[in-house]
Every structure is written in C-alpha cells, then in structure tokens.
C-alpha cells in the first residue's frame, strides 16, 4: 500500500446492482480512487492524504492533508510516497528485442540444415529449454557482436 495526497477535483457513484460505488480524483491525475461501497466523505477541493494499493482506497485511512503536505501537493498534484521509476533505455530494450528476433530465425535455419542437435532427441521435458537456450545464446552472441562493432 502507498501513501497519496492530493486535492480532490471530483466525487462521483454509480449505482451497481443494488449498491452505489464510490470513487473520487485528484487534480491532476486521470486515475480513479475507489472506496467501494464506502462513501469517501472528501469534497471537491478539499485536499486528502489516504493509503491505496492498485486504486482501491482504505476508508478508514482517507483524512484531511496536514498543512505541511498541502503545501508540497500544490505544486505537485496527486503526490505519492513511492519513488519515481527508474528511467527506460528504449535504445537497448530495442536492441534486445530486435537481437533476439534475429537469433530465434538463426536457430531455426541451423535446426533446418543439422548444424545444432535437434531437440527431438532431447527428453520430452528439456526440449523448450533447450530451444530457449538457443535462442538465448545467440541473442547474448548478437549483442556482444554489436557492442564490439
């Protein structure tokens, strides 16, 4: 579960067979906060600090924003308490897809023309790992090719 403060800029229900489901956002954030059939007791404006974990709210933990909170949430809207994720290198994560396409065609041709052992005459349970560890060899062998060049 994690921390979130925030200012709410909607409340809203929605009736749910027979129940009414509860949810409210913060500015913002595009994300719902769902108390389930809990009324959030929050209003427009008002600002928050509760713990949710993957959109479901606690409604017992949802409390007004001490004073120093609100401060830092104004400039920094729906804040939370875990850090912010580690950045993607898009580059390589393309380049590993991309080596590993290629090494999954490699190991096909070298099973077509015999130049590795056919998995057929591996036992029924290692076959898969053993085209994986193919595929993963000649993967690690494409990316280290590339590096060098």
């Not at 974990?53 to 001490?66: C, F, L, M």
């Not at 070298?110 to 130049?115: K, R, S, V």
Request: some cysteine.
């Amino acid at each position: 579960m994690q921390e979130v403060t925030g200012q709410v800029s909607s409340v809203m229900s929605r009736d749910f067979q027979k129940y009414k489901l509860w949810s409210f956002q913060l500015e913002g954030s595009q994300r719902y906060y769902r108390t389930g059939k809990h009324e959030p007791g929050v209003k427009e404006g008002q600002w928050v600090t509760f713990t949710e974990k993957n959109g479901q709210v606690d409604p017992t933990s949802v409390r007004d924003a001490p004073a120093g909170a609100v401060a830092q949430s104004e400039t920094v809207p729906a804040t939370s308490a875990s850090a912010k994720p580690e950045p993607v290198d898009v580059g390589h994560r393309i380049r590993v897809q991309a080596a590993r396409a290629d090494a999954a065609r490699i190991v096909c041709a070298a099973l077509a023309n015999d130049h590795l052992p056919h998995p057929a005459n591996a036992a029924k349970g290692k076959r898969l790992d053993l085209l994986l560890g193919y595929v993963e060899e000649v993967t690690k062998e494409l990316l280290r090719q590339e590096e060098a060049a």
